[in-house]
């Protein structure tokens, strides 16, 4: 257990669903991360949050919405996804943004159908 | 795209030391050093940083060259549990984005 809890550990879901990933952590961390990795890709950061506000979209397509009601939650929206969006989707923490070590959760494994 | 230079995969004895070279010939002078690994399918995790001198923490130590063009990872006495992919990433200062590469798998055999 990193200090980073994301849920569900796995999720199948298909391209008409709406579905939610969850963050959270408890680590007094100020910043937190969504990044994307594709099957035999390097990690894609999607977005950054530092004290709660956006600061990096990274061309991410509309239908992954992030939200992040406070500093020790992190939620990814997802809707109309297509079967190129399976992936595993992981969290990750920092003291501030990029300035200490990131905390990364286990992820979530997405596969739509 | 990264901006760190690792080769795709080595191979370590175990019990042997392994070292990992990272080439980072246009980090800025604020910028540190970061290394991650990732065990299969599992998030990230952090190892240790550095920014112009050496470090060494229980996990692992980092060498720096005097230009901070390249480093090097050093486990000390490799396990078949430090089998992994490991990523070199620069980092912090005015960039606050770590930017993951392909990384470079070690293979710790018996």
Sequence with gaps: ETGVTQTPRHLVMGMTNKKSLKCEQHLGHNAMYWYKQSAKKPLELMFVYNFKEQTENNSVPSRFSPECPNSSHLFLHLHTLQPEDSALYLCASSRTAGVWGYTFGSGTRLTVV | ?110
């Excluded at chain 2, 240790?48 to 470090?55: R, S």
């Design chain 2, 1 to 110: 795209d990264a901006k760190t230079t690792q080769p795709p995969s080595m191979d370590c004895a175990e019990g042997r030391a392994a070292n990992l070279p990272c080439n980072h010939s246009t980090i800025s002078g604020n910028e540190y050093v970061y290394w991650y690994r990732q065990i299969h399918s599992q998030g990230p995790q952090y190892i240790i940083h550095g920014l112009k001198n050496n470090e060494t923490n229980e996990m692992a130590s980092l060498i720096i060259t005097e230009d901070r063009k390249s480093s090097t990872l050093i486990l000390p006495h490799a396990t078949l549990r430090d089998t992994a992919v490991y990523y070199c990433i620069e980092g912090g200062g005015s960039n606050y984005k770590l930017t993951f590469g392909k990384g470079t798998l070690l293979t710790v055999n018996p």
